[in-house]
Each structure stands twice: as structure tokens, then as C-alpha cells.
């Protein structure tokens, strides 16, 4: 009974954040989840309602977006998903996850000043840009499946306007998640008896989900890129931990 009360919590806070920033949702279940599960059991759990907010924010956000103006995060990304999953068995893993968590905090930072938002942006408004990002999205989701954060880092800086950043993310999760699924069932991570557990905790998902919505449509333009920016760094201290 405490196990469940303690997986509910932690489903709702993972779907008030995602609801609220458009990513997340596993960035915070996955660690919390681990503390009463096992991993394997914690990944699979909190899997199907990432898939399913992210086909959510697909279809509320998504119209916003033109196919052209994700080519290039695609393309790069693409392009590198199989790299990444061949770069798994040369390259240090914690190597790799500090590096990302170095990259992470550096474009934070950069992007907290003025100047370097607008360069940022710039930057990440063209074709060039995008592409970049978009590898270094796809290496890290073929070697560890933490590509999340660049591709973020791209459409915050991209998309100014929330909504439109959050429809980017929701496409490029909503593609990247059938790979990840598919993988997970292949490999057996996702059985029929974990995807009717993690069911149990609809309720959960849907009322942290609400709350976030709520939150989203009451905040401003630059609380919001603070919010995601806290999330970033976040992530960046769980990659080295």
C-alpha cells in the first residue's frame, strides 16, 4: 500500500511537469521511482504514460509546427541514432553522460544572458543549427536514451513562443519514443504484466497532468524558459550522478 501512495506521488509530479514544460516526465519518474523499484521495473512503469502525454502534446501543440522547421533536428538526428548505439561499446558511459551534462550547462548559461539568447537563437533558427543538435539528440538516444535535452535546448531556442515549443517537442518525442518502444519490447524491458501495473496509476498521471496544464496556460513567456532551464540543469546533475 505505501508502495503504491509513493508511486502515485511521484507519477503526478512527473505529469505536472511535463504537462507544464512539454518534457521531463521520465526525467523525474525514472530516479524517484528507482528509490522503491527496481530500475528495469521503474523504466517500464513510467514508459507508456511518457508515450501517451507525448501523443497528447503531438495533437494540442503540434498543428503550430511546419514539417520544414523540424528537418534539420530530424535529419541530424537520424543520422546519429546509429552511430550512438555503435559508439556504446567504445566509448566511457559516464564520459559520455558528463560531457552531455557539460553541454547542458554550458548552453544554460549561455542562454541566462541577453545577448547569448538572442545568439542562441539565431543560431538554432538555422538549417546548420539544427542539424548539430539534432546529432547530438540522436547519439545520446542510440548509446543511453538521454538525447532529451538537446532537442529542448532547440526547440525553446527555435520556438519562442511556448506552445509552438512544446508541439516541437511533441513531435520529435512522439518519433523518437516508437524507436525506444519498440526496443523495449524486443529486448522484453515492457511485458503485458507491467503495462496493466503501470494502468493502476491513470488516475494519478491525469490529475498531475491537469495541474500542470493549468499552471502552463497562467505563466508567462520568460517563467516559462526559466522553468525548462531548471529542468536542464537537472538533468544535467542526474546525467553525472
Same mark, same amino acid.
Given at each position: 500500500?505505501?508502495?503504491?501512495?509513493?508511486?502515485?506521488?511521484?507519477?503526478?509530479?512527473?505529469?505536472?511537469?511535463?504537462?507544464?514544460?512539454?518534457?521531463?516526465?521520465?526525467?523525474?519518474?525514472?530516479?524517484?521511482?528507482?528509490?522503491?523499484?527496481?530500475?528495469?521495473?521503474?523504466?517500464?512503469?513510467?514508459?507508456?504514460?511518457?508515450?501517451?502525454?507525448?501523443?497528447?502534446?503531438?495533437?494540442?501543440?503540434?498543428?503550430?509546427?511546419?514539417?520544414?522547421?523540424?528537418?534539420?533536428?530530424?535529419?541530424?538526428?537520424?543520422?546519429?541514432?546509429?552511430?550512438?548505439?555503435?559508439?556504446?561499446?567504445?566509448?566511457?558511459?559516464?564520459?559520455?553522460?558528463?560531457?552531455?551534462?557539460?553541454?547542458?550547462?554550458?548552453?544554460?548559461?549561455?542562454?541566462?544572458?541577453?545577448?547569448?539568447?538572442?545568439?542562441?537563437?539565431? *543560431?538554432?533558427? +538555422? =538549417? $546548420?543549427?539544427?542539424?548539430? %543538435?539534432?546529432?547530438? !539528440?540522436?547519439? #545520446?538516444?542510440? &548509446?543511453?536514451?538521454?538525447?532529451?535535452?538537446?532537442?529542448?535546448?532547440?526547440?525553446?531556442?527555435?520556438?519562442?513562443?511556448?506552445?509552438?515549443?512544446?508541439?516541437?517537442?511533441?513531435?520529435?518525442?512522439?518519433?523518437?519514443?516508437?524507436?525506444?518502444?519498440?526496443? *523495449?519490447?524486443? +529486448? =522484453? $524491458?515492457?511485458?503485458?504484466? %507491467?503495462?496493466?501495473? !503501470?494502468?493502476? #496509476?491513470?488516475? &494519478?498521471?491525469?490529475?498531475?497532468?491537469?495541474?500542470?496544464?493549468?499552471?502552463?496556460?497562467?505563466?508567462?513567456?520568460?517563467?516559462?524558459?526559466?522553468?525548462?532551464?531548471?529542468?536542464?540543469?537537472?538533468?544535467?546533475?542526474?546525467?553525472?550522478?
Amino acid at each position: 500500500m505505501e508502495t503504491a501512495i509513493f508511486i502515485s506521488c511521484v507519477l503526478i509530479l512527473s505529469a505536472f511537469t511535463f504537462s507544464f514544460a512539454g518534457f521531463g516526465f521520465g526525467l523525474v519518474a525514472v530516479p524517484l521511482l528507482a528509490l522503491a523499484l527496481p530500475i528495469k521495473d521503474a523504466v517500464a512503469i513510467q514508459l507508456p504514460f511518457s508515450v501517451f502525454l507525448v501523443v497528447i502534446n503531438s495533437f494540442r501543440y503540434g498543428k503550430t509546427i511546419k514539417w520544414h522547421e523540424l528537418q534539420p533536428i530530424f535529419i541530424g538526428s537520424a543520422a546519429a541514432m546509429p552511430v550512438g548505439v555503435f559508439s556504446l561499446n567504445f566509448l566511457p558511459d559516464n564520459l559520455m553522460k558528463r560531457s552531455l551534462a557539460l553541454f547542458i550547462v554550458l548552453v544554460v548559461l549561455f542562454e541566462r544572458t541577453r545577448q547569448g539568447q538572442a545568439k542562441f537563437r539565431d *543560431f538554432a533558427r +538555422t =538549417g $546548420l543549427g539544427g542539424m548539430i %543538435l539534432g546529432t547530438i !539528440s540522436g547519439w #545520446f538516444i542510440g &548509446a543511453y536514451t538521454t538525447g532529451g535535452p538537446p532537442a529542448v535546448i532547440y526547440a525553446t531556442a527555435r520556438f519562442p513562443d511556448p506552445r509552438k515549443a512544446k508541439g516541437a517537442m511533441g513531435i520529435y518525442f512522439l518519433a523518437t519514443d516508437v524507436v525506444i518502444v519498440i526496443m *523495449f519490447i524486443m +529486448t =522484453g $524491458l515492457l511485458t503485458w504484466d %507491467l503495462f496493466f501495473l !503501470s494502468l493502476r #496509476f491513470t488516475p &494519478a498521471v491525469l490529475a498531475g497532468f491537469l495541474a500542470g496544464s493549468y499552471f502552463f496556460k497562467n505563466i508567462t513567456k520568460q517563467n516559462y524558459i526559466l522553468g525548462v532551464h531548471f529542468l536542464l540543469l537537472v538533468a544535467a546533475v542526474m546525467l553525472c550522478v
